[in-house]
């Protein structure tokens, strides 16, 4: 994996482990050197490469971004550039960042802040879906590998990855066709590991926590430590997703969903203070498009913010 930098110092921690830097520059005009100065916006870079799990061609990291790198990828691709597949973006820390809906998102050192980009380029049923889905289980995943937290996360309807009811995780997905083949995709994770961002905590977002927060002291982890984890898993239901596995994703993340069973209220996402009720009731299930089967109403929900009663 190529890595590019404007800090080796800091990259080499965010990834644990020593890099073999190279005194060679970018090509000029290349796609990878255009994208390279949107995100740095600084003309000293370092240039290096390692081993790294998952088969990522690249990764951009840099301690703060003045802007949301998730923003710059899709931007980017919306103006013509094609960046190559298989893709990651890493920021410590940052300004400008969101999360679904355009919802504030605090980028704070110490949380992983990951932008992925992929071109399948291949025909995708659902896609919407399952491009929101692979990122959701993948951190649910990598979760699962941390002992302490086994089995202990879930998704909350759509893009929230909660322990014990409090918010660990969120995600984001967009997606650029060309009829039905799928262009390209830009995946967006943001995931608490040692600092819980100070944010106002609301009916849907009742708590927020860190992957630390649930470990002793003794076992407290770092982002060298999840960032491999994740990223393997991320290149592992990728790969699921090339072989035409798609079903399999969704019902991974549909067997892990938190909300199915639950009497929740549904608002609307349109208004600015989510006032609007527009469903209430017990979800039955959820379909392959991901949208909530809630009994007592005839048609699925496919968008909206839920609240549930948390059981004690």
């Known amino acids: 994996m190529i890595v590019i930098t404007d800090n080796q110092h800091y990259a080499e921690n965010t990834l644990g482990r020593d890099i073999n830097w190279s005194h060679d520059r970018l090509p000029s005009g290349t796609s990878v050197e255009i994208l390279s100065r949107r995100i740095f916006q600084k003309d000293k870079l370092y240039v290096g490469e390692i081993h790294y799990p998952g088969g990522w061609e690249y990764i951009f990291i840099t301690e703060f971004s003045k802007k949301s790198q998730y923003d710059i990828l899709i931007e980017s691709v919306r103006k013509g550039l094609k960046p190559p597949d298989k893709l990651l973006c890493f920021a410590g820390a940052g300004k400008k960042f969101h999360g679904f809906k355009n919802r504030s998102w605090i980028a704070e050192p110490g949380n992983i802040h990951l932008s992925v980009y992929h071109s399948p380029n291949i025909a995708i049923d659902n896609f919407p879906a399952v491009f929101l889905a692979l990122p959701a289980v993948s951190v649910a995943q990598t979760l699962d590998l941390i002992p302490e937290l086994r089995?202990?996360?879930?998704?909350?309807?759509?893009?929230d990855i909660l322990i014990e009811n409090a918010k660990i995780s969120g995600v984001l997905a967009h997606t650029q066709s060309s009829g039905k083949i799928i262009t390209g995709a830009t995946l967006g994770i943001g995931l608490n590991v040692e600092t819980v961002p100070e944010v106002i905590r609301d009916a849907f977002v009742p708590d927020i926590k860190t992957i630390n927060n649930f470990l002793p002291n003794t076992s407290a982890l770092k982002i060298a430590?999840?960032?491999?984890?994740?990223?393997?898993?991320?290149?592992?239901?990728?790969?699921?997703?090339?072989?035409?596995?798609?079903?399999?994703?969704?019902?991974?993340?549909?067997?892990?969903?938190?909300?199915?069973?639950?009497?929740?209220?549904?608002?609307?996402?349109?208004?600015?203070?989510?006032?609007?009720?527009?469903?209430?009731?017990?979800?039955?299930?959820?379909?392959?498009?991901?949208?909530?089967?809630?009994?007592?109403?005839?048609?699925?929900?496919?968008?909206?913010?839920?609240v549930y009663t948390i059981e004690k």
């Not at 089995?151 to 893009?159: E, F, H, L, P, Y």
């Not at 592992?236 to 090339?242: D, G, H, K, R, V």
């Open 151 to 159: 089995n202990k996360s879930g998704i909350k309807w759509v893009n």
């Open 225 to 306: 430590d999840i960032l491999p984890i994740l990223t393997a898993k991320l290149s592992e239901n990728y790969n699921l997703l090339l072989r035409g596995k798609c079903a399999q994703i969704i019902a991974e993340y549909q067997k892990r969903s938190i909300v199915i069973g639950k009497t929740v209220r549904v608002f609307s996402d349109s208004d600015v203070d989510y006032s609007t009720l527009i469903a209430k009731g017990k979800v039955a299930n959820l379909t392959d498009n991901l949208e909530l089967v809630v009994d007592g109403y005839p048609q699925p929900i496919h968008q909206g913010r839920i």
